[in-house]
């Protein structure tokens, strides 16, 4: 079904952007995993609205209530539920989405496929309002996979012109993605902060929005996490990639520049680092046939500017079938990258958590089976 | 299960590459559907082996053998398998790789996970030849998305430095969709094959592999497929595109220069068409909201150089643990972009059938339960 | 995963016992579908406890809450979320089964199974209050097949050696039906509800529990609902009742007592009704090879009685490594079987509109793809 | 999908009963696991076709050929896909089918299900042949089950009226249940093959069928394999053992005469033996909460008589809406009940495994994530 994924952690995302509340069920965490829920609380609150001018001006606290799952602040091995009630809700904003649909947004697609039936409020379950419950899973996948020695963290590659610097993929490591997570606006560059939200606050002046790229990275994941062709690694961060609104593409390791080389440029070479197998190079992204290579799993995706812009634009009257000019109120965000940080760290962690629990039934020494 | 794929065109790929045989089960179809088994043996023969001096020299006839599903050329409602009778199998070339990983490939991941278990003749389950049985499922929805008004084609955007034209994404057709289709080396540009085919030799010449870019596009599919979140319609052609091997991105529409764009550059305006809704532009890509709007589909792929080159490459002995120098031999492809042309076709026909059929359950006029 | 079920309308559960609410989410309704949410809590009224007499004096009022998917009362094509808070729990009363594990009860094996996380406060996620959720999902299906022209109801076939006349399954309708479902304590012969009552009673009265059959029919459903093999009606519908606490077996048609006949005795003869087809008899139940027949569905499930029990009991302290005796508390239904009435219901309901969407690729006439 | 079976092993079986070839492909098989493919041969010859006169005449080699898989006779981790070859087809036998369905098959709901387009040849996909992959399957979790411990063999139950003694559940054993495997027509009562051979000759010679019950145990299944509501360990062998043709009713433990008890005479007891949590006696069937208890697990499934008789039977012609009298020819089993005994073995063994590979994630002194 479309709003859940995955096969041994599995989630299923509920909510549309002015419902009673957006939640989330987690099936498959084993019993016994400690929840934090302060740091989990702290984690969603790298994305929540209403923070900075560059943000949309909706105000949400995003608190997290537990309805199920939890016995004591450890999971009971049935399924895990949360809910983030909503509170700050106008409404009356949507009116005439049904109608005219919004240029970029999901608005006519969804008219067609749900007949008129669909939650427009506030774009309803296409909301990226809905990233804040995949926050959730992916906060506490980031809780279960610090356990296992794994460190996810992301940073603003680029903002419309303005770019970062990008990870050194071979060299990437826990201190360094941790030192990223502490920043507001994660950026490995001196001053591309500064520059980037100068360049949003441009385009908001103007009426408008801008788009960027977020590169992720995910370091201490041993190698043999992932499966061969579907199951692939790169399949499971790009199926719950793309369910983040706004994302137009992703590239994993060197990506779409790749495609320019010659193969002796970009096969990584192996080489023993005492008794552990590298690449001195990382090319690949730590992802080999869709199985982790031990080393650091890096990826790009792009994320296009926010579709709901102040100025007029042109759409259709669906009912009469004409030609008009659309103003779209509510409340947006100028640019939602900064806001997508940790929400990219979360699809990765999911992702990778649920390849680790596929994992479980790999062959290692001492097998009963063999 | 990784080597499935699909929700209700679901299809699972087996074999290996020097197994007896690869092929496919597809469970899903309705009864009824005429296969024709000329068309999907003319689409098969696109991306065999044997054909070129831009490609592998092993020669495999892949002559499709259905074994059930299938009564006087029609679907009977039953899974539908297929077979390719592996023939032209020289395994004793690949005897070393479980000790020494070749860089770029599996082998090393995959030796981790399956702990020396892993088929390693030919890249195993991991070789690209698995994609035959990939385009036995792809003809079969060509076949039947055609019934539908569905027509897929791509071309090879770029390999190495040589560029094509791109698509027009607004205006691409059926007509110039089915002229592409027609092309042994399908580009858009008078020219671009011919130095295509010269790099691909000079790479060849030098012992060494290119990679390249494809673009694909699906023209005829009505708005209104695809569903929210992880079901959308870049959710499934994403997560069945990197099953493909030597897959390194994907992005939609614009895709990553969507990220520099603001957003009144990059909304596509509504407008009608007579009594069609659409839009002028199509930097979209056809999806919005992971449904489909009704303009075209179009989405590029990238494709690293092919790992296996003819040179020495460094490497390490897993038994030893020291650092040795590997030559690979076996026969490959000094440039696998052009054969992979029809097998992206195949994965966005499959992407799309599965939508579509996913869509049964949409709201229409007259719905019995409304 | 193991809370949920379905194919194309799937549930996951979620929930314990003792936690702050239970609910179900569930995706694949269509948008447009008008839930009645009176008819809806009536349902849910069926199986709540507090009741009456010979069940558990717990009481929950079971009000539904609807947290997302509603718009205006109507699906809107999102996952549909409803949770009922738990308010009446007494945990204090189950401080030790993580040591002394009930007979009859889940308390052992999920003592293994989760390492002593798991939650034990009123039989945590295996608690029969679960089936609450379930009457949600099954009564909201329950209302969509309505309009699909199906009724389905249950009644006790029996309650300890108590029994009631059973279904005539070639003549049982949609009158006879409804006004089954109109009555408190759901039997088809005169006089049957007090002897069961009297029989609860009894129990009660010596520490004691009882069990019995529930036997269900849904009448309306056409001929071609459900699938080959694995997704036949029967695997359907027993995956789901296996689902509820204390099923110990199912049959349908005429179940284990067909094994005594021969074919000439057991195979129901067609003829023609005017232009229907029907069965002069139904021993098969509505069901071959998995797929409906147009005749009625019937099948029954057996239920064992309660394991929780005022009388002292054998069992073990697992820390000590010794045997004790045992005195469970807490408040239980001395028999379930009443309750479990609309929870068969639901159950049936749920499943059968599985395989209604899950049919939506048949070949029909004028199928675009033949 | 309805043909595909299993979470973390799983199977999809594909074929008709007069296909090229019938089959199973078996993903999330570990790799290195040992097939022995004399004893898989060896299991599959015990419901094979053609030994004796209590059997159909159609006579089948059934030998396994491995197409994908397996290296050097091990698992790979790539899915594992065996065939057999159907040779001794006679499809002019079923020519009128599709018109006149036979009572008691799946002729007349294909039919409207699949609009005609079904194979009727042999019962096509519907038929008792498609459970030898699934035997092949079977055969395999069989092998792997020893290594882990486990056994499982079933015996006749009964046969029209003709009774076997059953399994005292607390008692039987791994010793036991490997004696009943040895035998050609496992029973555990003498004499009762003989009554039970002759009773199906009777029939046979009044153009006739008989139905019966078949139970199975598995010994050795340590406490903890199974998930609480949908995925218990019953829903798992119910929603399988549905698949195979002609069942009517499954129950665990005591069954159906539960429900006439009360629970004090229901619950089984716990003790300690030695340092092992057992119960002195076994009425739960060794599942608990869906859960494995430790003891052995019991199950027994109704098999209806065979519906094909020789005698003349009441249907209808669709095409003319007229009544008629029907002859069905073709070769059949006057018992099936014979030859189902391994495939209820098949059957429980790949739910067992299945839910063996679904506890991985299982919470285990030393989880890594606790």
Redesign the interface.
């Known amino acids: 079904?479309?709003?859940?994924?995955g096969e041994?952690f599995?989630l299923?995302?509920?909510?549309?952007s002015h419902?009673?509340?957006?939640?989330v069920?987690m099936?498959?965490l084993?019993?016994?995993?400690?929840v934090d829920e302060g740091r989990l609380q702290a984690f969603l609150a790298r994305r929540a609205p209403g923070k900075s001018p560059t943000a949309t001006s909706r105000r949400e606290a995003d608190t997290v209530?537990?309805?199920?799952?939890?016995?004591q602040g450890?999971?009971?091995?049935?399924?895990?539920?949360a809910?983030i009630r909503n509170t700050n809700t106008r409404s009356h904003d949507y009116d005439n989405l049904r109608d005219c649909?919004r240029?970029?947004?999901?608005?006519?697609?969804?008219q067609?496929?749900?007949?008129?039936?669909?939650?427009v409020?506030g774009g309803?379950?296409?909301s990226g309002r809905?990233t804040a419950p995949l926050c959730i899973a992916g906060g506490i996948a980031l809780q279960?996979l610090e356990?296992?020695g794994v460190t996810v963290a992301a940073h603003i590659q680029?903002i419309?012109?303005v770019d970062d610097d990008g990870f050194d993929p071979a060299e990437v490591n826990a201190v360094q993605l941790r030192a990223l997570l502490e920043k507001p606006f994660p950026v490995l560059r001196d001053g591309a902060a500064a520059e980037m939200k100068q360049a949003i606050l441009a385009?908001k002046a103007?009426l408008?929005?801008?788009?960027?790229?977020i590169e992720c990275a995910a370091v201490g994941v041993?190698?043999?996490?992932?499966?061969?062709?579907?199951?692939?690694m790169?399949?499971r961060i790009?199926?719950?990639v793309?369910?983040i609104?706004a994302?137009?593409?992703?590239?994993?390791?060197?990506?779409?520049p790749?495609?320019?080389?010659?193969?002796?440029?970009?096969?990584?070479?192996?080489?023993?680092d005492g008794?552990a197998?590298r690449?001195r190079t990382n090319r690949?992204?730590g992802?080999?046939?869709?199985?982790?290579?031990?080393m650091p799993i890096v990826f790009r995706a792009?994320?296009?500017?926010?579709?709901?812009?102040a100025?007029a634009?042109?759409?259709?009257s669906?009912s009469k079938?004409?030609?008009v000019s659309l103003e779209v109120h509510g409340r947006h965000d100028p640019c939602i990258v900064p806001r997508a940080v940790p929400v990219m760290e979360a699809a990765a962690a999911i992702a990778i958590l649920d390849a680790y629990?596929?994992?479980?039934?790999?062959?290692?020494?001492g097998?009963?089976?063999?």
């Open positions: 079904m479309s709003s859940s994924y041994r599995r299923t995302i509920f909510g549309q419902a009673p509340a957006i939640g069920t099936e498959g084993p019993a016994g995993i400690a209530e537990f309805l199920a799952g939890l016995v450890r999971t009971c091995g049935a399924p895990l539920t809910i649909p240029p970029g947004h999901a608005d006519y697609p969804a067609v496929k749900f007949g008129g039936y669909q939650d409020a309803g379950h296409f809905l279960v356990k296992l680029s419309g012109d385009a103007d408008d929005s801008l788009g960027g790229v041993p190698a043999g996490w992932g499966d061969p062709m579907f199951g692939g790169e399949n790009a199926q719950l793309f369910g609104p994302i137009r593409g992703i590239e994993f390791g060197l990506g779409f790749a495609a320019r080389l010659r193969g002796s440029a970009h096969n990584d070479a192996y080489y023993m008794s197998v690449t690949h992204g992802i080999l046939g869709g199985i982790t290579s031990g792009a994320v296009k500017p926010t579709p709901s812009i100025q634009q042109k759409s259709v669906l079938g004409q030609n629990f596929c994992a479980g039934t790999n062959t290692k020494e097998s009963p089976w063999i």
